[in-house]
């Protein structure tokens, strides 16, 4: 297929004149002057915004699936995400037994070595357990908590950190620092995140390698005048990116405007933390084993406690440009290229020669038209 007449964003802006050739799920071609070939499809935009797929590195499950029950949840995940405009994205764990993590990443790894056809690429775990912070768990069960130790974690990775991009961790845990140094000398991004750690903390844990912050300004220290907490710190410190769930429950429309303002788009990373209920409608639905009750958009435990999002990343551009008054380019940015970037993925969130070929249409006024690439 041959996508014409589009304004489309590369990963580096908007750009008119482009022609983008989709072949068995990927991008084989984007360039201009491009001609069609015999029996090809043309899909012509008539003037309409072309958008790359999107990437959701904090994502813990959608459509009644979840990344703990392994590969087959991960697999569906694929296909229904992909029909959401998604591209790629990093399944994500949950505080769990040793043994139930192992097992989700196992599967992780299986959908990373057999992709889905016209699914969301599988770009490797996102742990974001067990190595936080008790008192600030969250929806997370803190019994699994633990101190940093890389051979528990290798173990957990299923003997393979190579297939976890991201982990979170709190960094004030006994054993961080040596942790820290060893996971991003083997390639794996580490988060700050569930943690109580004070900003000098947060500071020192980048000079270890921590570069990303896991849901700004929730399960944290918060900002204080004379105590900036994590996001004091996170905000300030060129070298982290910060996740932020944009739905308007997580996170006041200001704190979002400020995040962007602070990191701009090449450090501000949109996420959904969506759990199984993201997709469906009001219900009773799990995470982590713990029954989540689902009201008006609002996903919480029993206690009240926020349980991760029902989001979709098509609706969190749209509440970022419609609601929260971000401009579309950087908008675009940090639903797309910005959180590829955040864990090193060289090809996802961007329009270019071996990217996934999920891509999503969008109207002059950015009206969600369709999503180009899925079944």
């Known amino acids: 297929m ?26 084989t071609e984007a360039e201009e002057g491009l001609l069609l070939r015999e029996g090809e499809e043309e899909l012509d935009l008539q003037g309409d915004y072309l958008l790359p797929g999107f990437v959701d590195v904090h994502i813990h499950g959608s459509f009644r699936q979840d990344t703990m029950l ?38 992780v790894r299986a959908v990373m070595a057999r992709q889905e056809k016209n699914g969301a690429r599988v770009l490797g775990a996102h742990m974001e357990a067990p190595f936080l912070q008790e008192e600030r768990a969250g929806a997370q069960l803190k019994e699994y908590f633990t101190d940093p130790d890389w051979d528990r974690f290798v ?75 994590v996001p004091g710190a996170a905000l300030t410190d060129d070298r982290y990116y ?18 962007v ?22 219900g009773e639905y799990t995470l982590g ?4 009750y689902v009201k008006n958009g609002e996903a919480r435990l029993e206690d009240g406690t926020l349980a991760g999002s029902v989001l979709t990343m098509k609706n969190t551009l749209m509440n970022l440009i419609h609601r929260f008054g971000i ?25 270019a020669a071996g990217a996934p070929g999920i891509l999503t249409r969008w109207t002059p006024d950015w009206d969600f038209v369709s999503v180009i690439g899925a079944e």
């Open 155 to 229: 173990w957990q990775a299923d003997g393979h950190p190579e297939a976890v991009r991201l982990i979170t961790l709190a960094p004030e845990r006994t054993g961080a620092e040596a942790f820290v140094r060893r996971a991003t000398e083997a390639g794996v991004r580490v988060s700050v995140g569930h943690t109580s750690a004070d900003s000098e903390t947060v500071h020192r844990a980048a000079d270890w390698g921590a570069d990303h912050v896991t849901h700004t300004f929730n399960a944290q220290t918060p900002i204080h005048h004379r105590k900036p907490g």
């Open 327 to 351: 401009p579309p380019e950087t908008a675009c940015a940090v639903c797309t290229v910005t959180p590829a970037e955040s864990i090193g993925e060289p090809l996802a969130g961007r329009i």
């Open 70 to 107: 392994g590969e087959e949840a991960v697999r569906i995940m694929s296909r229904n995400l992909a029909k959401q405009g998604v591209g790629a994205f990093c399944p994500t764990t949950m505080s769990a037994s040793p043994e139930d993590t192992r097992s989700a990443v196992h599967g």
């Open 289 to 292: 084993g713990q029954t989540v």
């Open 242 to 259: 910060c996740e932020m769930i944009c739905d308007g429950i997580h996170l006041h429309p200001d704190v979002i405007r400020l995040i």
């Open 261 to 282: 303002r602070c990191k701009g788009p090449k450090r501000a990373v949109a996420i959904t933390d969506a759990l199984e209920a993201a997709g469906m409608g009001d």
């Open 2 to 27: 041959l996508i014409t007449n589009a304004v489309c964003f590369t990963g580096e802006g908007f750009q008119e004149g482009l022609r983008v050739r989709v072949e068995n799920g990927v991008i």
